[in-house]
């Protein structure tokens, strides 16, 4: 009997270091909970089986997400700003309750109160980062903000400092293990969730466009694979997520390079989306108005050889986003969905079906962002390394808070260099 135990354990991925865990850590997982569909959706669905009350279910659900998606866009950046901390905030009580309920860690002393301790520093970190770096003219307006800016990465270690401090005066002998473990459940989920979040209100400021399209695409490739492997889906992907195929993966991957291709054809013609959001000092507002640069200016391109018999065309007119889009796209669909397998691998290491029962149908908040996270960073490094050049109004705004004699220096030494350019005197011509 012992044998077929541990034989059995280790078919489920379970060693004999996993064993001894839980029972240092308190026992066994939970088991998987359901969630909690609205009574009104049971009764109009009951007559129909459970894989079509699911997917009805799921459907339902995902227009109303798509709708209010559609009107914080709307909204603004303001909104999409606060709706992205709100997301941020949910995904962590929802990982970190995880690690309270699987090793049972209520009665850790101070560390519910560390882990959100941790949460407000790193926040306080990254965006007063961005406060900075957006609201530079506020900022130094403001004379308490201006300190605050001033001494920001100190006070932010000091705050942190103080939360390790207090984690090393909360250990005590016969938890040791278990508060260390949670004390890097605590980082990580801060690495994956925060981070990743703060990434998203980067690519929000380089304009809307680079936030909604990034975005679109992981949830165009989540309901064309869904609906591919749900009507033609037969043969198994992979073993972490046992409901995922080819078909769906491979179906998902064309609709979602083509839905890519049109949105971004759609938004490249608006200002509002494509400009980058500033802060204008004038009216303390946010705008979004610009000369498009010419990534959102109708060019012509040459069709290859190979495909102007098949399409007729020789020449075709399109933004270059729309190139850039097929990047953004491709990722999604064949690199993104390796976030959901992630997020499908933690949940059986811990025997749990979702990480909450937020959203009927579709499990937690994380449940719907797993991709979304991974996506933010490429998006990121993407803009970092293919499309962002130096902002002049960012180096102007940091030249005029010099002392005169720093400027005097710069404005000669640029001078010196236009002379010697033979820029300077043309335009002095002109």
């Known amino acids: 009997n012992l044998q077929e135990s541990e034989s059995e354990n280790k078919l489920d991925g379970e060693t004999a270091s996993d064993s001894e ?52 866009i709307y909204l ?119 981070t990743q979040s703060h990434l998203i209100i980067h690519n929000l400021f380089e304009g809307m466009i680079w936030f909604i399209v990034p975005i679109s695409c992981v949830i165009c ?77 109708l060019q012509e391109y040459n069709i290859p050889l190979v495909l102007q018999s098949v399409v007729g065309w020789k020449t075709v007119r399109m933004y270059p986003f729309q190139i850039h889009s097929i990047a953004l796209s491709t990722f999604a669909s064949l690199i993104g969905p390796f976030g959901g397998f992630f997020a499908s691998g933690f949940k059986r290491a811990f025997k749990i079906k979702d990480f909450a029962n937020t959203i009927p149908g579709h499990g937690g908040i994380m449940d719907r962002f797993d991709c979304q996270y991974l996506m933010a960073t490429f998006v990121n490094v993407y803009i970092a390394s293919f499309i962002r050049g130096p902002n002049p109004s960012k180096l102007i705004q940091q030249f005029l808070t010099l002392r005169p004699d720093q400027q005097l220096h710069i404005f000669n030494t640029l001078k010196a260099h236009l002379v010697d350019k033979g820029m300077l005197g043309s335009l002095e011509d002109a």
Not at 49 to 62: A, D, E, M
Request: glycine share 6%; charged share 15%.
């Open 221 to 297: 490739n989540d309901i064309m694979a869904y609906m591919f492997g749900f009507f033609f889906g037969r043969t198994p992907l992979i073993k972490l997520s046992p409901k995922k195929t080819w078909e769906g993966f491979i179906g998902g991957f064309f609709a979602t390079v083509l839905f890519g291709l049109l949105l971004s054809y759609v938004m490249s013609g608006y200002r509002c989306f494509t400009c980058p959001v500033e802060f204008n000092n004038d009216t303390n507002s946010f705008t979004v108005d610009c000369e498009p640069s010419e990534l959102f200016q």
């Open 76 to 194: 603004g950046p303001m909104v999409l700003m606060t709706i992205v901390m709100c997301v941020q905030i949910k995904c962590f009580h929802e990982i970190i309750t995880i690690g309270y309920n699987v090793y049972h860690s209520y009665d850790l002393p101070w560390f519910r109160t560390l882990s959100w301790y941790f949460l407000l520093c790193v926040n306080y970190f990254f965006y007063g980062e961005t406060v900075t770096d957006y609201f530079f003219t506020l900022v130094q307006r403001e004379e308490p903000l201006r300190i605050l800016s001033k001494y920001h990465r100190f006070i932010s270690f000091t705050l942190y400092l103080t939360g390790f401090c207090m984690f090393v005066l909360s250990l005590v002998k016969k938890h040791y293990r278990l508060q260390f473990y949670m004390f890097g459940w605590t980082h990580v989920t801060l690495l994956i969730v925060v």
């Open 21 to 72: 865990s839980k029972s240092e850590f308190g026992g066994s997982p939970p088991v998987p909970t359901s969630d909690d569909t609205p009574e009104v959706l049971n009764r109009a669905l009951s007559n129909l089986s459970s894989r079509w009350k699911n997917w009805w279910v799921r459907g339902i659900l995902t227009l109303a997400m798509i709708t209010f998606f559609f009107i914080i």
